[in-house]
């Protein structure tokens, strides 16, 4: 019993202590400066330069993700590193704002400060981008960062250890592996703000943990991201959007297209355009094609296979275990009611569900078991595109595209209630990472009596103000 309570104690101790070290340092005021910040960034941006190729291949290792991808990856945070650099001396300057009467005399303006010790936590499905992007952010405003890579990830892992060894002090920036106990460890902790990216399941301990500190989170999460596929689509141009943003990464993106709506009149000619399309870009076997990855472990693998009803299937279907293979699998003929409308998919499964009218289309959406993060619609028409959007709820999305909004640093990238709170990217990373200070700049050279006492009849002006 005493070699586990000591083993407890230096747990709590180490994480401890990486919190105080970064609180001493940034209580020092050394990440406040504008030449500090960006100094910072364009070591980072330089650092994934350097390392490009053992990011590239430690994510076809640990989650056998394809080159193409894996730059794809890096590039999007690469594009993100620019776009701050480029623009954060303008975000850090003084907001200015109105003053009103009462606040008179005086000027106002909102300051972006900084929080103060950040913890990023980073999901398995994106290693290296997810764990960078927030990193951007919270450098940018201002914070120091403790970073908790996916133990699922080992390989990837240790490459962001290495590069931000290399480029960051640790009392600055600090990298600890592991798996639930050095996570239980670091959430025990106080931090200023805590941004995860994952589960809804894992979101709810992480914010439970937040509570007991009342500290600030960002939770990135997922959920079923319906698209829709309407009478009037382009078919050959959506058919290769929804696959190109389903089957990147095998589907296990927080964003992917989780299923498929479609209008009945279309249904036949959607499902052979599908089959067509899929045959032309990963062959008749698809497990020796190069652009499709693995699924991550035998627990996801078991979980998503378990989700094919074999009597629904289009095309694929037919999976290895041993290499955690699941080729792109398209259900047919699927209800609102079947298995694999009840939870986020997160594989290359894709359920189509059949509608005939917009009133039932909503109707469906509505059925969903959470909002989802993201919602794709194909369309021609305005008008059903303006329906639509004024009556669903979702994070963010597209019209006649999948996926490429959270590729624009302009665009606030985040979920609503189960799916996630806050949102990041470009500037809205800047943003969640920053305290908004607002300051009244009073003058002494002259004063406005009106408040103080004595009232005496000072109230009848008053209420003359608000009739």
Known sequence: ????????????????????????????????????????????????????????????????????????????????????????????????????LWAQPGRSRIESTPQGVTLLMGPYNYPFLLLVQPLIGAIAAGNTAVLKPSSLNPTVADVVEKMM?????????????????????????????????????????????AAKHLTKVTLELGGKSPTIVHKDANLKVAVRRILAGKMMNVGQTCVAPDHIHVHKDIKADLEKAIVATLKEWYGTNPSQSPDLGRMINERHFDRVSGLIDKAKVLVGGESNRE?????????????????????????????????????????NIKRLPEYPLALYLFTESRDVENQVLANTQFGGGCINNTVMHVANPNLPFGGVGESGMGAYHGKNSFDVFSHKRGILRATTLFDIKMRYAPYKDKVNMIKKMIK
């Not at 076809?60 to 999007?76: C, H, L, N, V, W």
């Not at 640790?170 to 239980?184: I, R």
């Not at 079947?338 to 005939?356: H, K, N, R």
Request: contains cysteine; negative net charge; aromatic residues 10%.
């Open 165 to 209: 060894k290399e480029c960051f002090s640790e009392d600055f920036v600090s990298v600890f592996k592991g798996s639930t106990e050095v996570t239980n460890a670091l959430l025990e902790e106080r931090f200023d703000h805590i941004f995860f990216t994952g589960s809804p399941r894992v979101g709810r301990i992480v914010m439970a943990a």
């Open 323 to 363: 290499d955690k293979f699941i080729p792109p699998t398209v259900l047919k003929d699927v209800s609102m009611d079947d298995e694999v409308m009840q939870e986020e998919i997160f594989g290359p499964v894709l359920p189509m569900v059949t509608y005939s009218s917009i009133e039932e289309l909503i109707g």
């Open 1 to 100: 019993m005493g070699a586990v309570l000591e083993t407890e104690n230096l747990k709590q101790s180490w994480a401890a202590d990486a919190v105080a070290r970064q609180r001493r340092y940034f209580e020092s005021g050394a990440t406040r400066s504008y030449e500090f910040r960006v100094q910072q960034l364009k070591k980072l941006k330089n650092a994934l330069v350097k390392y490009q190729t053992e990011i590239r291949d430690a994510l076809k290792q640990d989650i056998g993700r394809p080159e193409f991808e894996a730059y794809i990856e890096m590039s999007t945070a690469y594009e993100d590193l620019k776009h701050t650099i480029k623009h954060l001396k303008s975000w850090m300057k003084p907001q200015k704002v109105g003053t009103t």
